[in-house]
C-alpha cells in the first residue's frame, strides 16, 4: 500500500515537472462533442495560438483530412469544424492542431461511438430466394395455396375412408 503511494506520487510530480509551463489552460485542444456517432459534427477549440492565431487542424487518424481553424472572438481561441466519416470506426482518435504561426501544436481526443440502432439492426421484410415461402407479397395467393392444401387433404382423407369401408375408388 506505501509502496503503491509512492510510485503514484512519484508519476504526479514527474508529470508535473515535465508539463510545459503556459499562462492559462492555452495548451490543448478542446474538442465538443467529446463522444460522436459516424457522420455527426464535431468542433475544435483552442487558445494555443494566440488571439489572432489561425491553425490547421488535422483529423486523418480518423479519415476526415485536413480542417481550418479560424480566429474567433471567444477569448482569443481559433475554431474549426469538420465532420465525421460515416465509415469511421469505434474508437478513441486523436485530432492534431498546429499554429500557423510557430511550430506549436496541440491535440485532443475524440471518442467515436455506435448508436443503438448501429449496434443491432434486425432484418425486415421478405428474403427473394426464388423459391417462395408462405408469407409471400400477395396475400391473395397465399389464400389460394391454403385453400388448395385444405381441399387435398379433404379429398385424400375421403378416398381413404372409402377405401377402408370396402367402397372401392
Known amino acids: 500500500m506505501r509502496r503503491t503511494a509512492r510510485l503514484l506520487t512519484g508519476t504526479a510530480l514527474v508529470v508535473a515537472a515535465a508539463a510545459p509551463a503556459y499562462a492559462g489552460d492555452t495548451g490543448r485542444l478542446d474538442v465538443y462533442p467529446a463522444t460522436v456517432t459516424p457522420g455527426g459534427l464535431v468542433s475544435v477549440n483552442t487558445a494555443a495560438c494566440g ?29 474549426g469544424q469538420f465532420r465525421v466519416p460515416p465509415s469511421a470506426q469505434p474508437g478513441t482518435y486523436e485530432i492534431v492542431a498546429k499554429c500557423a504561426e510557430g511550430t506549436r501544436q496541440v491535440t485532443g481526443d475524440l471518442m467515436v461511438t455506435l448508436s443503438a440502432a448501429h449496434e443491432q439492426v434486425q432484418p425486415r ?9 408462405a408469407f409471400g407479397p400477395d396475400p391473395v395467393q397465399t389464400a389460394a395455396g391454403v385453400a388448395a392444401l385444405a381441399v387435398a387433404a379433404a379429398g385424400g382423407t375421403w378416398l381413404l375412408h372409402r377405401r377402408a369401408r370396402g367402397d372401392g375408388i
Open 51 to 79: 488571439d489572432k492565431g489561425a491553425a490547421t487542424g488535422d483529423a486523418g487518424a480518423l479519415g476526415a483530412g485536413v480542417f481550418a481553424l479560424a480566429p474567433s472572438t471567444h477569448q482569443g481561441e481559433a475554431i
Open 125 to 133: 421484410g421478405i428474403m427473394k430466394t426464388g423459391v417462395g415461402g
